[in-house]
């Protein structure tokens, strides 16, 4: 079990001046975001382009994953005002493309769907036309739950499988591999316009057969995109790494999603779940393209270039 970090695991440090200033946009409307939470490697660069994950339902949750470094506890009261504030934020960085996550809430009656509802139509009132990428808990499978996030039409419903089927126990012990399963397959069965999404981490123990397993268990089931990453230990109280997958490994991975069938493949060792989320939507959001006329579609694709230039992965 080797815990050294190969050489091409190393990040930049980018200049901290609008890192201070995403910062305190987050914190001068008290929200969250799953970058520090989950102590996310790619913080500096995301925040250095101005751009974060943001995480709704407060910052602690009501499970406790053997891979994620979010605090575990009571959750906190649910804020009525997130949802605007969340759209609010959005729209002062001109983002076109918008990730939101939370913490699992098994406390709540709707396990927080319905804030995740109020929070895609606030973003989508207060643009239009922008794309909302939703990452969301299982629900413990709960089709009520997410119908109702469906119902608020995020153009991307993403929920992570995480690992291989036989690590589920020790990775995510309140999980089940069926059940992740059975939400993204619920949710093309509730609107099959909506695109869905599935991450994977390696590195835990799992073998190359087992990720291509997993790969073609989410693409049987509908799954448009899938980003695989390199798992690293948050803290020594976190499972430990096993094996750290070297970059042509990763390439081998993406090739093997694209001949699967995925309209869209991210593979790499820093590879997060929203990270470069813009690209998938360049890839596959022609549809929202086709109700611009020409003048909107040429504004709207130099607004989601300039996007992918600067990271923005989210917000």
Known sequence: ??????????????????????????????????????????????????????????????????????????????????????????????????????????????????????????????????????????FKGNRECIKNVCDAKPEIYNHNIETVERLHTLVRPQAKYARTMSVLEQVKEIDPTIYTKSGIMLGLGETKDEVIQTLQDLRDIGVDAVTIGQYLRPTMRHLPVVEYIHPTEFKEYEKIGEEMGFAFVASGPFIRSSYNAIEFSKKVMGDRLSQLDEAERAKFLADLEAQSENHTVSV
């Not at 975001?33 to 407060?58: D, H, Q, Y």
């Not at 076109?96 to 406390?107: F, G, M, N, P, Y």
């Open 1 to 138: 079990m080797n815990q050294r970090l190969p050489e091409w695991l190393t990040i930049r440090m980018p200049r901290p001046d609008t890192i201070r200033q995403v910062e305190g946009m987050m914190r001068q409307k008290n929200l969250h975001t799953v970058c520090e939470s989950a102590r996310c490697p790619n913080l500096p660069e995301c925040w250095s382009k101005k751009t974060a994950t943001f995480m709704i339902l407060g910052d602690t949750c009501t499970r406790s994953c053997g891979f994620c470094a979010i605090k575990v506890g009571r959750g906190l009261t649910v804020n009525p005002e997130e949802p605007a504030d969340v759209a609010k934020i959005a729209a002062d960085l001109g983002l076109k493309h918008i990730v939101v996550t939370s913490v699992a809430r098994d406390d709540l009656a709707d396990q927080g769907s319905m804030q995740f509802a109020h929070t895609i139509r606030e973003l989508h009132k207060a643009n239009p036309l922008c794309i909302v990428e939703v990452l969301t808990p299982d």
